[in-house]
């Protein structure tokens, strides 16, 4: 249960993060959005607020920003239908597709309506023609669902290059900013590795603590190897594993030499001596600061780098992990305790980001790639093709999702 727990709270963190950001930039823009939800499939639970429904939804598994002009409108009026009108100082505020709707003012027979540009129906009431005003922010009711319409200048397509950029890449980009937020959280209440080879503490009937080390001591060589930073001290014990080691350390200014047999740590397909010590930490602002960017950073370059392998082959498909994978992963990281949890979170987000903007259809880094086009060309790319590509792209990626998961199968059960 602490480990479910665990996941979807993950998962909801992660995914609410990234699609706030997309939803800030596109409000920002003038966008007007529909609906913000997290996870896909029946809702659960849902409020309106500043004309945006926000859901959440059965399977949280992902979530979404619907942004006005990036699907066809599902609700439609047409020439020849007979509808009510809602009236507020003279503008139509309401349309209700159901003529005999309680709450309309007048009911009209459609002979012309522009929700788009002019904003304006034209009805025919007792064989007489009139012209109606819309409203900006008028809904249209359809039973118990309203819609709020759409003007041009409120929707996706309408902003320039610019502001739409913004408006899909905010989504990764708070990602990035969610993960430097819990690495510079974790180093300021933990503290940051000093990055010297000097001893913060040592685990009970470890090697280090059998051969009398304790905290505040510094490594000086390991099997006459010189120890200068935690890297070498790591690197020093790293091939001893089962093996004996003589180590000399520094205490109050005096140098002793002992004997340290690592213990033996599988990792991966190799095998690596830990001794079970930790490297002495520093609490400050500065090097919180520090340690939350370099941090972001070097996920960054890690997942990059994986990515590369993967496109050059020096890494196979069989070798990829999914959700059932991560889900793993999650409940060996939540034994390891809450810091442990929070550092794999924050790696998860970065992936998320990482992935997120990969020029692939479908993802924000296809539709990045698409709107770059747009301003090298002066025009956008036909919107039918776009939608095709991206529903391939999507096709293609719902395939490698289901690769993944069956390698996660194979791996673990």
């Not at 239908?81 to 209700?96: R, T």
């Not at 309680?102 to 034209?122: C, F, M, N, Y």
Request: proline share 4%.
């Amino acid at each position: 249960m602490t480990t479910f727990i665990s996941i979807v709270l993950m998962f909801g963190v992660l995914v609410a993060v990234h699609e706030w950001g997309h939803l800030v930039m596109a409000k920002r823009a003038g966008i007007l959005c529909r609906e913000f939800a997290i996870g896909f499939g029946p809702k659960i639970f849902s409020f309106f607020k500043n004309e945006t429904l926000y859901t959440v939804r059965l399977l949280p598994i992902g979530g979404y920003v619907k942004m006005a002009g990036e699907e066809p409108e599902f609700v439609e009026v047409k020439p020849g239908q007979a509808v009510g009108l809602g009236m507020n100082e003279g503008l139509v505020d309401a349309i209700y597709l159901d003529a005999s709707h309680p709450k309309a003012d007048q009911v009209v027979t459609v002979e012309r309506i522009d929700l788009l540009h002019k904003l304006e129906l034209v009805g025919l009431q007792d064989e007489v023609s009139t012209r109606y005003d819309i409203s900006k922010t008028a809904f249209l009711v359809e039973g118990q669902t309203r819609t709020q319409i759409a003007p041009y200048d409120r929707t996706f397509g309408s902003k320039s290059v610019f502001k739409r950029v913004l408006a899909i890449a905010a989504g990764p980009a708070m990602n990035f900013v969610l993960a430097f937020i819990i690495l510079f959280g974790l180093a300021l209440y933990n503290g940051s590795p000093t990055g010297e080879s000097v001893i913060g503490t040592v685990q009970k009937d470890s090697p280090a603590d059998q051969a009398g080390l304790v905290e505040g001591d510094r490594i000086v060589s390991v099997n006459g190897d010189e120890t200068t930073k935690w890297e070498d001290l790591r690197a020093g014990f790293q091939d001893e594993a089962g093996k004996e080691t003589t180590v000399v350390y520094e205490r109050d200014g005096q140098e002793t030499t002992t004997q340290i047999t690592p213990k033996i740590q599988q990792q991966g397909d190799q095998k690596v001596g830990i001794i079970g010590v930790t490297n002495e930490t520093e609490k400050s602002f500065g090097t919180a600061l520090e340690t939350g960017v370099t941090e972001t950073w070097r996920m960054s370059t890690l997942i990059v780098g994986a990515v590369g392998d993967l496109v050059t082959g020096g890494v196979g498909v069989d070798q990829l992990s999914g959700p059932v994978g991560i889900v793993k992963m999650t409940d060996q990281v939540a034994d390891s305790g809450f810091s442990m949890l929070l550092t794999w979170t924050a790696l998860l987000s970065v992936n998320l980001a990482v992935f997120n903007l990969l020029p692939l259809p479908a993802l924000d880094g296809g539709r990045l790639l698409f709107l770059f086009l747009e301003a090298l060309r002066g025009k956008p790319v036909d919107p039918q093709k776009e939608g095709l590509v991206h529903f391939v792209g999507f096709a293609l990626l719902m395939l490698l999702m289901l690769v993944v998961t069956w390698n996660d199968i194979q791996k673990f059960f």
